[in-house]
């Protein structure tokens, strides 16, 4: 049998499930199966850019995504080359995952976001020890947030205020002075400048802003 599937061009992209059922013709046996199809194109870019491609982190992203049937294509840094039309997505959710003492976000990493960026896209940056490691600027102008410490605590605690209000919805991080599905020792304070805070360790600075910068909607940087 053939399905046609017919949407109108502003259709909220979302997963169709199909139940299709095959019955003998010479007996009662049948058999159920499941087709599940996307429609439309994926709302986020989903950015693994974890160092060892971590399926681990990942499931914490991919679960809460399916749950809330968010439409996403993954895509993992050290596997393939930037996806095409990778602009066109409304949001891109890059994360860091297991870093390392090392390089969480390289030249190559900060060309990419920077490209998105330029095209209206909006940006969810999460991680830890990465702040410094972007070119001057870049932080400051794209995010309204600047590198200010390495170190912080094991508490964010959310502030209310601002378009976004996280208020009564703190976030312990198991495995200080780390998160544990993060590698590097310590997470990192940023200071708001321009960039409206969402969390503060309970130590008082500044982990979580989100910016409306004049291109983008919206964007956060989340570092912890």
Known sequence: DLFLLEIGPDALPHY???????????GG???TDTLTVLVGRPQILLVNDSPNQSERVEAYYRETLDLLNVTYTLWRTGDTTVPDSYE???????????????ESISAADTAIIA???STGGCVILTGQNM????PYGFLENRFGAAHKATGGSAVAVGIGSGPISFESDNVILFGYPGLSNQN???VTGISPCGGTPLYAFNT???CAVS???GVNKMVWACMF
Do not use: C, H, R
């Not at 169709?16 to 010479?26: D, H, M, S």
């Not at 066109?88 to 090392?102: A, N």
């Not at 702040?131 to 972007?134: A, D, I, P, R, V």
């Open 16 to 26: 169709v499930k199909t139940a299709i059922t095959y019955v003998a013709e010479n």
């Open 131 to 134: 702040t410094s490691q972007f």
């Open 204 to 206: 008082g600075d500044t």
């Open 211 to 213: 910016y409306e910068n």
């Open 184 to 186: 590097v020792a310590l």
């Open 29 to 31: 046996a049948e058999i």
């Open 88 to 102: 066109e997505y409304p949001v891109m959710l890059w994360f860091t995952g297991d870093d390392t003492l090392g």
């Open 115 to 117: 490209q998105y960026m």
